[in-house]
DNA sequence: TTATTTTTGTGTAAATTAAACACAAATATG
DNA sequence: CATATTTGTGTTTAATTTACACAAAAATAA
């Protein structure tokens, strides 16, 4: 005899992390509108579709409850405890992405879509367990930019080494001796040092570098781990 | 207008790992009893109800399918794709677990739960994509234990210094300098160094040794990150 | 009994890596 | 044109890792 197994349903959440070296690093948001919690902010996300895969969703909802598309997506966490959504049974698969500088800018101008960057450091008050969501994925990011290069998902393409610098700072909360920082990425040697100069900034105006994708991968598949 | 939701089954599955130091790692398969994939070998699971945890459905599956208890469960990924099963879409939670010898070795006496160890290098053709979901815990517990104590979840309460030394070789796939090994994994300062010694072994007894869960969590608790 | 083999305990020297810090060069600003 | 700021390129010292030597405690063989 078959057992009937009552319905779970099951949602993804994203926590999108964007990055600007004089603000820090921002998740994006948005305000409830239905109960329970309306009015709160909330991680974005929804219910997953029969035939899509968990990857398809995420960018969908993201897609159609922010407007934005990420360039880096990964699995998180999944969370399932019976009671995190007082309606009903909900297991969420919970993912994190990254948006580059010109993604978040321009979506940081314009509100219209309910969505809205908060820094990390300055969260608001969240919709039922997306505070702990949001703090397992922090840590994730800190720890995982320590051994991937994923840092550069958060820069844009071309960036003067004092980004990369400040970025490792910021998410690592301490000071990372400058010097030594960029001798110890530079003999990681996927940098590519371009010939164009930063301009515009106050002091000596420094090279733009780029992450050699081709090189990393050469490497990883050498066996040869990055950790910074 | 409210949307339907075709329903999307979840299920949860778990990698069982066990240790012999002779043997080396094992998981724990059971043998399929219905279709699909009736008769081949697959990672023990199933549905989860509508009122336990994710945990406690591992918990209750492992014991119904296997008639073992883990003593250390973590989750793993979440398996989503929309194929992944035949018949229908079902999204699964993977975890991990770790048994200690003694459990092991009882269950890889008797065989009447048609639950059998494998070792992880000579593993059978397995259903779904299980093979994917062992490869991933696999690599996971290789990373593990080497910025968590996990390995004593593997050994005895009392262990010679030898046996996680083997242990760390064994999960690394490569060895290891005995004496280097011993000094850094006493400097952390985790082990506690026991009055008896290993009687029975072939050469010198050494003394037995006991992961110290208190200081882990002391030094965990001051920042300090453990590290092998 | 005694020699041999195996395994454990302890230590030391060399090599590598990380941390601390000095100073010159390029630009913007007063 | 002096000053402040930031970048580029070191060097020196400290800490850690790696490689390896050798004695001690048991089991086994002669």
Known sequence: MAKEYPRIDITVDAVVFGYKP????????????????KGTWAIPGGFVEVDESLEHAVSRELKEETGIEVNYLEQLYTFGEPKRD?????VSVAYYALVKPDIYEVHAADDAEGAEWFNIEKLPKLAFDHKYILEMAIFRLRNK????????????????????????????????????????????GILKELKEKNSGGKG????????DKDKY????????????
């Open 204 to 211: 000596r105006p420094g090279l733009l570098y780029q992450f």
């Open 86 to 90: 007082p309606r009903k049974r909900i």
């Open 145 to 188: 930019i320590s051994y991937e290069p994923v840092g550069f998902e958060l820069l844009d393409k071309h960036f003067p080494f004092s980004e990369l610098h400040k970025l490792y700072e910021t998410l690592y909360g301490k000071e990372i001796d400058r010097r030594n920082f960029k001798k110890k990425f530079l003999s990681l």
């Open 217 to 228: 991968f050469q490497l990883k598949k050498k066996g040869i781990v990055f950790e910074i």
């Open 22 to 37: 004089d603000e820090g690093i921002s998740v994006l948001l948005i305000k409830r509108k239905k109960d329970p919690f």
